[in-house]
């Protein structure tokens, strides 16, 4: 009579290639490899695990995600997150953020209906007044941002991690590794000196790594990033994406408009009247031109 082999639940906790380390609920972390050729698998994925030698493990199944936190572009995609529900968009005024990623960053976690907190890290520089100013409008469409100086304090972000999987984004040199280790002094994030010549940050993430902050908290650290791909996300969804455009989804004369330059648009006629920001909106027409771009090139 054969004996079933025993399967052993665990979540991913780091990615290396086709190389994950999975800790199992015992608390044991095995270096696995998934079965089959290719692996599509996250940082936070739950998975069930054969041994197959001490400290090591093939990785036979992956439970169903609730989230997936991933960007892509014209050639390929990169996960980043699985099963998190709160995404931190960790930004600063030194060096310098990109707006832009900040609305691409936010549309992605709208796209897989995730939690965004807006964090300004190193509040302590004369220049993040400035900062906080530009991202007034965020605190109008009912995003919350944080200030935070993570190399005094970092109890006001600790409070906001507890009892979720949290996932920080965003460009080197924003201290996101600050913030990890200020949070968990044990993980050792390297922290990256910042290049003012290139007003841009040297990546020192090179791997997302999941941390566990408590039994009900756990935080996923994501490597730098100077752009975010917003590939998988179709036209039809990007409307509902943008939290101020979805009061006017289907309120414009034609039910298929985009908001581009169609007439009797409640969109338009919303920014017009002060009502949407205009730079949300060139955002927003420039996601689907690019969408529709794509769809051209496929036929």
């Not at 005024?93 to 897989?112: G, H, I, M, T």
């Not at 007003?199 to 020192?204: A, K, L, V, Y």
């Not at 990033?225 to 179709?234: A, D, K, P, S, Y």
Request: include cysteine; glycine fraction near 8%; charge should be neutral.
């Amino acid at each position: 009579m054969s004996v079933e082999p025993t399967l052993h639940a665990g979540q991913v906790i780091a990615v290396h290639g086709r190389q994950y380390l999975v800790e199992l609920r015992e608390g044991e972390v095995l270096s696995c490899f998934p079965r089959g050729k290719r692996s599509e698998l996250a940082c936070g994925d739950r998975v069930a695990v054969l041994r197959t030698a001490p400290g090591q493990g093939a990785i036979e199944a992956t439970d169903p995600r609730r989230t997936l936190l991933y960007r892509s572009d014209l050639h390929r995609q990169k996960l980043i997150a699985a099963n998190a529900d709160q995404m931190i968009v960790v930004l600063a005024a030194a060096p310098s953020f990109y707006e832009e990623l900040l609305d691409r960053c936010l549309v992605a976690a709208e796209q897989q209906g995730i939690g965004a907190l807006i964090v300004l890290n190193k509040f302590d520089l004369e220049a993040s007044v400035v900062a906080l100013q530009r991202l007034q409008r965020y605190t109008a469409l009912g995003y919350d941002v944080l200030p935070l100086a993570a190399r005094e304090n970092v109890d006001p972000l600790r409070a906001r991690l507890a009892g979720r999987t949290s996932v920080l984004v965003g460009q080197s040199g924003m201290g996101k590794s600050t913030i990890v280790n200020a949070l968990l002094p044990a993980a050792r994030a390297a922290i990256g000196d910042i290049s003012l010549a290139l007003d841009s940050g040297r990546h020192t993430t090179t791997h997302a790594r999941l941390y566990r902050l408590d039994e009900a908290s756990a935080l996923i650290d994501s490597p730098g990033m100077q752009e975010f791909g917003l590939h998988h996300v179709g036209i039809e969804d990007l409307q509902h994406c943008f939290v101020e455009i979805r009061p006017w989804i289907g309120r414009c004369r034609f039910n298929d408009c985009r908001h581009l330059s169609e007439p009797d648009c409640a969109v338009q006629a919303a920014q017009v009247r002060g009502e949407i920001d205009a730079h949300r909106l060139e955002v927003y027409r420039k996601l689907v031109l690019e969408a529709q771009r794509r769809a051209q090139r496929r036929y």
